[in-house]
C-alpha cells in the first residue's frame, strides 16, 4: 500500500474525473442498468448516485484498493439502490457462474492488469443474453495519436496507477465473445489538452 495509490490517487481521481460532463457520461451509462447488476472497479463510487432505484434490484461493487473504499464509504452509506462492496479484482470475481443482469465498466478496463482475463469473468458471471455496460477511454483509431499514446503509457502507469492509454478496449469486447456492434470515439472536452490522447467509448454489448 503506497501512500500515492492509496492516499492521493484516490482523492485526485475524484476531482479529475469529477467535471460535470464526466458526470452526466456516468449517469448515462449506469441508468441503462438493470436487475442484478455488478460494477467492477468502483472505484470512490462516482457512479452510485446514478443508479436507478426503479430498475436495479441489486447492486454488488467490486473495488481492489483500500483507499478508493475508504472514500467511497460515505457514497455508499448514502445508495438508494440495495449495495455490497465485495473487496475483489476483476480477474479472480467470486461470484457463480450467471449470477448477474448487467455487469459495468466505468473508466475500468484501462487500469486492470489481465483485460482478456477480466472480460472472461464478466462474461462468467452474466446471465445469457445480460448487458455489459461500459464507458472506457481507448487506443484512437486515428495512427498518430495511438502513437503518441504508446509512447506515454509508461508514464501513465505510473500517474494513474497502471492506466494505460492504449488499449483496443472495444475489439477486446469483441475477441471475449460478446455481441457489439460498432462503437464512435469521441474526444471529452473535459479532459483540457489530454483529450486527444484519451477518446472515449461508451457501449452496451450483450453476452
Ligand atoms: C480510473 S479508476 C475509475 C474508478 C471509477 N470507476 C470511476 O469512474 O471514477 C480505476 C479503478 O479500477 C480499479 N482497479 C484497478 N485494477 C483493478 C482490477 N484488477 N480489478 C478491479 N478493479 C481494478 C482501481 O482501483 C480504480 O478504482
Known sequence: MGLYSERIFPWLLDRALGHPRIEARRAALVGQARGDVLEIGFGTGATLPFYDPAGVTSLTVVEPSEGMNRRAAARLAAARVPVTSVPGMGEGLPFADARFDCVVTCLTL???????????????VLKPGGQFLFLEHVLSDDPGRGRWQRRLTPLQKVVGVGCHLDRDTAAMVRTAGFALGAVPQEIEPAFGGLAPLLPVIAAAAVR
Do not use: H, K, N, W
Not at 111 to 122: G, K, N
Open 110 to 124: 484501462c487500469s486492470v492488469t489481465d483485460v482478456p482475463q477480466v472480460l472472461a469473468e464478466i462474461r462468467r
